[in-house]
Antibody, heavy 118, light 107 residues
């Protein structure tokens, strides 16, 4: 069974760093792109970027380029999303999703809620 | 970036109604479009990809059509479990943008 399991909710202060994770199982982790999607409170879905764990090829949305870093460790089938200096506006739910052949997100993680508040 | 405009942004319907949601792309995207359903507090669920291909396990009352710049998601007979927010996503080019969403509520 394909599963993506994300790390737990985080509460951070502005300026702090953070790395959240998404662990894949039940399929060949290195053969599918993994994408990250942001959903701010009460708002819609925003595509942040994707990574191919096989070779760490990464693509970012211009809106998020330079604001976050997407990485993966194929030895433990885990993708990451990280911030070096959080802002209050980073408060959101973050989802990872496996990208299937057409680019569609066919399996999703349960989401990681990130709250940034002083 | 390719912009996706969904309409309506909100609709009120009754169980058994036929519902159609439209997604318009700012430039041609062939058939590179997916539709998702999201319920409160849950991750999105893939319904349709390649504009009209039903994802495995999704009820046949859901269907998708269109190509180029105009696409539709149709629910042939709305069921209680279908009340949710629906999003389209273009898969033609990066960034793979989403539409703004359509919230389907009970009339």
């Amino acid at each position: 069974e394909v599963q993506l399991v994300q790390s737990g909710a985080e509460v951070k202060k502005p300026g702090e760093s953070l790395k959240i994770s998404c662990k894949g199982s039940g399929y060949s982790f290195t053969s599918y792109w993994i994408g990250w999607v942001r959903q701010m409170p009460g708002k819609g879905l925003e595509w942040m970027g994707i990574i191919y764990p096989g070779d760490s090829d990464t693509r970012y949305s211009p809106s998020f380029q330079g604001q976050v870093t997407i990485s993966a460790d194929k030895s433990i089938s885990t993708a990451y999303l990280q911030w070096s200096s959080l802002k209050a506006s980073d408060t959101a739910m973050y989802y990872c999703a496996r990208q299937h052949d057409y680019g569609e997100g066919d399996y999703w993680g349960q989401g990681t809620l990130v709250t940034v508040s002083s | 970036d390719i912009q996706l405009t969904q309409s309506p942004s909100f609709l009120s319907a009754s169980v058994g109604d036929r519902v159609t949601i439209t997604c318009r792309a700012s430039q041609g995207i062939s058939s590179y479009l997916a539709w998702y359903q999201q319920k409160p507090g849950k991750a999105p669920k893939l319904l349709i990809y390649a504009a009209s291909t039903l994802q495995s396990g999704v009820p046949s009352r859901f269907s998708g059509s269109g190509s180029g710049t105009e696409f539709t998601l149709t629910i042939s007979s709305l069921q209680p479990e279908d009340f949710a927010t629906y999003y389209c996503q273009q898969l033609n080019s990066y960034p793979r943008t989403f539409g703004g969403g359509t919230k389907v509520e009970i009339k």
